[in-house]
């Protein structure tokens, strides 16, 4: 007890360097935020869009997770650096704000609101959907509003309530993993799909080319958002300046272990997508677990994917988006009122409160695909601005250039995510572009006239030079 009360003692004298005050309550531990992490990303966020993948990636689903690993590997370890350095919460926000300057980490904080806004809209209607498919008739606003309800409530409620509802979700993915797996192999072995272990959903080397790998990296990057999310939890996470940047590697390393185990086998087990239907490709890796396990199986997985998505994943969303909101509150850039905090609980209930109701009117106004198009550009527009940070703050100002190390980490690695990431950025639709560069523009002017002309700097700034 004792050592624990030193910790967060400690946590809070960092935390006060950088001219705030401790107002959310810290306890969270190295294995709390891996929890999170996975679970935001969702170690089962193939079964959704696998058939899409299998068909983009010419059968070739492990390899393009694989490569997007890879790609979006290199903004995580601009995350573990930042965060070590700035162990606030607010995420790219924070960073970026810390890293370039107050302006442009308004910016970034504003482009990645736009990500943390409809992703919980895009999610619960994804739910509905699935909700619906389960049990034809029921009223498909009734599952928005049910899920809604509950995770606001659950994020009010605050992270040690999160927490435990996480374990045993966490828990039951797992065992879906292991037993999709587990009757994929038996089914395989038993001569169906392609009867046999092969290498083909990793490596065709006919097939691989460049803009093969350019399109994979387009497809699958963006299966790994959500890590970032693990930042915001800065400020309940004992140690955050070791824990944070490492639940986020941690949380990495699990996802695409899981990832590629049952890409592998659903893989094998339908080997023939280029003769798929789009209502099959739609919802091909549940007629994979109808193919190895009969309906039984597949009603079950289906259940799965609609708590873990509907629960854990927006649950863990709603909270990153909470506490983005909280930190900009806090510095009065956006109204203070998101500052506040729950006298009780000691968690960011407006900001709880307020991404439901987005959530609610969104899903009203917008169908599946206009959420989906819109959801990736302001996390992608953000990464870049904190690829940038990186190099300008440890290279540049920070003369971090010495070693070989050095250059590895705070040049060559951050350059690489904002190439990565730009090219990623080309290829959105018309209507993703348009609907992005407004909410820029609406930002930008937010930005000019809270600062008044670039006059003025929240007040944690005035007084400070980290």
């Known amino acids: 007890m004792a050592e624990t009360e030193a910790k967060a003692k400690g946590a809070n004298a960092s935390l006060e360097q950088f001219g705030y005050k401790q107002e959310l309550r810290r306890g969270m531990g190295l294995w709390d935020v891996v929890l999170y992490g996975v679970l935001f990303m969702v170690i089962i966020a193939p079964h959704s869009i696998w058939g899409l993948v299998q068909q983009q990636g010419l059968g070739m689903s492990t390899l393009v997770y694989l490569v997007g690993f890879v790609a979006i590997g290199f903004t995580a370890l ?54 619906v498919m389960l049990v034809p008739g029921s009223p498909w606003w009734l599952w928005v ?16 309530l999160t927490r435990g509802i996480d374990f045993v979700i966490f828990a039951v993915e797992i065992i879906a993993v292991i037993a999709f797996v587990a009757l994929g192999c038996n089914f395989i072995l038993g001569g169906g799909g392609t009867g046999e272990f092969n290498m083909d959903p990793v490596w065709q080397p006919e097939e691989v080319t460049p803009s093969f790998l350019a399109a994979g990296i387009s497809i ?4 790994f958002l959500g890590f970032d999310g693990i930042s915001t939890l800065a400020e309940e996470t004992e140690r955050p300046e070791k824990n944070i940047g490492r639940g986020i ?40 677990c109808q193919l190895i396990g009969g309906d039984i199986f597949m009603k079950i997985m289906l259940v799965i994917n609609i708590v873990a998505i509907g629960i854990a994943n927006i649950m ?36 709880s409160i307020f991404i439901g109701v987005v959530a609610l009117v969104l899903v009203a106004i917008l169908g599946m695909a ?59 639709q018309t209507m993703t572009y348009i609907m992005g560069i407004t909410w820029f523009v609406i930002g930008f002017i937010i930005l000019v006239v809270k600062s008044k002309g670039f006059k003025e700097v929240p007040e944690a700034f005035k007084h400070l030079d980290v």
């Open 220 to 223: 699958a990057a963006l299966n």
């Open 370 to 428: 206009d959420l989906a198009t819109l959801v990736n550009f302001g996390a992608l527009a953000s990464f870049i601005m904190l690829n940038f940070s990186v190099f300008w703050f440890f290279f540049i100002k920070e003369g971090k250039r010495k070693t070989f190390g050095d250059w590895v980490k705070y040049l060559i690695c951050p350059w690489i995510g904002i190439i990565i990431l730009a090219y990623v950025f080309t290829g959105f």
């Open 249 to 288: 590697l941690i949380a990495l390393g699990i996802i695409i272990v899981c990832f590629v185990a049952q890409t592998y086998i659903a893989s094998l087990v339908q080997p023939d997508w280029a003769s798929w239907s789009e209502e099959h490709a739609n919802n091909a890796f549940f007629y994979g």
């Open 78 to 131: 601009s995350y573990v650096r930042m965060s070590g350095r700035f162990p606030i919460a607010g995420s790219v926000y924070s960073y970026v704000q810390r890293g370039l300057n107050p302006h442009a980490g308004f910016m970034s904080g504003w482009l990645i609101l736009l990500d943390y806004c409809i992703t919980p809209a895009l999610l619960y209607t994804m739910v509905a959907n699935w909700g």
């Open 316 to 351: 863990n969303a709603q909270l990153a988006a909470s506490r983005l909101l909280y930190s900009m509150g806090r510095d009065k850039v956006i109204p203070s009122i998101f500052g506040k905090v729950h006298p009780k609980y000691k968690t960011p209930w407006v900001g």
């Open 145 to 160: 509003i049910v899920f809604v309800a509950f995770n606001t409530f659950v994020n009010i409620r605050g992270v040690s």
